[in-house]
């Protein structure tokens, strides 16, 4: 199948390859210049890949960005031809997604809300989930791309179900690591010696989340996995879309407080030196 992708970064990337490795044509645009993943040819423009292609997938920052390369100057939708589908596997809140959809379909186009869970290294396995929101037998036409990406396709309901779904997981998973952030900081500042590794493999049952990075989370911050501008962005969009309070607000504050550390650029796990700041200033 020929198939387009618009936005090659942490994620679109392997999600590209992917889908060229399982024998589809993938022609690609990315905002910055970039090298084409294996198998992936570059594309001049968003329009261009309307013109080339029947199918688009969006992986792109925000709301925003999705609704420049599908609208602006040079949009995916000025030469998509009538009844092409673009799958909108960003990370936006389910308003904005309802509105970009509605603007899809009065174009005379096919759209579907399909943000996905799961980070860096399942989208370079091909192990993602696919959080679905949108018509049933579009998502069947679909599935053969689905499964080049992803372990599992859910359909949840209609278009914004999806990224409702999203934000859920994305704030529960960020609110998991800031707690274990928490308790493990508090852990070894009274149990200097105690193994890591040990622990790390006893709390695996509770949280295999926590598990995995917990010697992370109490050693230095590094890139990779799950971006903390990205979960910060996430809270912030659990914010505008659900309200605050409680546990997802204090989460969303020390997200804030990351990301004023200039701890942006690395995995959640950081959340452990900012707890331990806290204790310091």
């Known amino acids: 199948m020929d198939v387009g992708f618009i936005g090659l970064g942490a994620m679109g990337r392997p999600m590209a390859r992917n889908l060229a490795a399982a024998g589809h044509h993938v022609v690609a645009w990315n905002r910055s210049l970039v090298d084409p993943p294996s198998g992936v040819t570059l594309a001049k423009s968003p329009r261009a890949i309307g013109e080339q292609t029947g199918v688009a997938f969006v992986m792109v920052s925000a709301a925003d960005a999705v609704e420049e390369v599908l609208f602006g100057e040079s949009g995916w939708a000025l030469e998509a031809t009538p009844d092409s589908v673009v799958i909108q596997s960003s990370t936006v809140g ?3 997604v309802r509105r970009i959809g509605t603007q899809v379909e009065e174009a005379g186009l096919r759209f579907l809300d399909a943000p996905v869970s799961g980070s860096v290294k399942p989208a370079e396995r091909a192990e993602l989930t696919i959080l679905g929101g949108g018509d049933q037998e579009l998502f069947d ?3 053969s791309l689905f499964e080049a990406i992803a372990k ?6 209609p278009i914004g179900s999806g990224s409702s779904a999203k934000l859920a997981v994305n704030g529960l998973l960020v609110s998991v690591i800031a707690a274990a952030a928490e308790t493990l900081s508090w852990l070894v500042d009274r149990e200097p010696d105690i193994d890591i590794e ?13 598990s995995a990075r917990a010697e992370a ?5 590094s890139t990779g996995g799950f971006a903390l501008r990205q979960a910060a962005k996430d809270m912030e969009l659990v914010g505008d879309e659900f309200g605050m309070g409680g546990v997802m607000e204090a989460v969303r ?10 701890n942006g650029d690395f995995d959640v796990a950081c959340l452990g030196s900012v707890v331990r700041n806290r204790g310091t200033s």
């Open 94 to 96: 389910p308003t904005a």
């Open 141 to 143: 036409r679909c599935q």
């Open 198 to 210: 040990v622990f790390a493999s006893v709390i695996e049952r509770i949280s295999p989340l926590a």
């Open 152 to 157: 599992r396709t859910v359909v949840f309901g």
């Open 253 to 262: 504050d020390l997200t804030r407080e990351g990301l004023e550390l200039g």
């Open 217 to 221: 989370i109490v050693g230095s911050a």
